[in-house]
Antibody, heavy 113, light 109 residues
Framework: EVQLVESGGALVQPGGYLRLSCAAS????????MNWVRQAPGKGLEWVAN????????FYVDSVKGRFTIFRDNPKNSVYLEMTSLRPDDTAVYYC??????WGQGTPVTVSS | QAVVTQEPSLTVSPGGTVTLTCGSS?????????PYWFQQKPGQAPRTLVY???NKHSWTPARFSGSLLGGKAALTLSGAQPEDEAEYYC?????????FGGGTKLTVL
């Protein structure tokens, strides 16, 4: 059974830092693109970042460039999202999503003082 | 960054057929945009119905199908069921970057 399990979401102050993790199982992780997608309360889905299978290339939505970093550890079947200089408009549920179409259940991030 | 457009809302009768579309501000949608379609119900994570234009997962009901139609990606629901009432999102890939459509709220009524 395929599973993507996110963790690391929390309440953090503006300007703060968080690192999200996504642990994958049940599919060949090292051959799949991996994405982070977020959904602000009451809003639609927004793609945040992705990374290619060997970790040599990554892409970001403009609003997070320079603040967020995606990276992966293929031996650990995990992908991460390092978030710095967090802003209130980064508040959302963050989902891990694989190129093969599998989703995690999400982890909530709240940026507030 | 490209803009991906979907119908904000559609209504279908039980047993009826409806087609949702996904357009791109950059021109015609092709298989090179690797279109995806997702269903999301309130309080739940999204789930993938169709990937790479027309491929389905094991959990995708047979009544859903994906295609390219008139320069757009399309999701056709044939024989709508009450449980199909949900928000539907498409996704297109642009040379590495990804853009979601704004979603279509589908009502089965």
């Amino acid at each position: 059974e395929v599973q993507l399990v996110e963790s690391g979401g929390a309440l953090v102050q503006p300007g703060g830092y968080l690192r999200l993790s996504c642990a994958a199982s049940g599919f060949i992780f090292s051959t799949d693109w991996m994405n982070w997608v977020r959904q602000a309360p009451g809003k639609g889905l927004e793609w945040v970042a992705n990374i290619n299978p060997d970790g040599s290339a990554s892409f970001y939505v403009d609003s997070v460039k320079g603040r967020f970093t995606i990276f992966r550890d293929n031996p650990k079947n995990s992908v991460y999202l390092e978030m710095t200089s967090l802003r209130p408009d980064d508040t959302a549920v963050y989902y891990c999503f694989s190129g093969g179409g599998y989703w995690g259940q999400g982890t909530p991030v709240t940026v507030s003082s | 960054q490209a803009v991906v457009t979907q119908e904000p809302s559609l209504t279908v009768s039980p047993g009826g057929t409806v087609t949702l579309t996904c357009g791109s501000s950059t021109g015609a949608v092709t298989s090179g945009h690797y279109p995806y379609w997702f269903q999301q119900k309130p309080g739940q994570a999204p789930r993938t119905l169709v990937y790479h234009t027309s491929n389905k997962h094991s959990w995708t009901p047979a009544r859903f199908s994906g295609s390219l139609l008139g320069g757009k990606a399309a999701l056709t629901l044939s024989g709508a069921q009450p449980e199909d009432e949900a928000e539907y999102y498409c996704l297109l890939v642009y040379s590495g970057t990804v853009v979601f459509g704004g979603g279509t709220k589908l009502t089965v009524l």
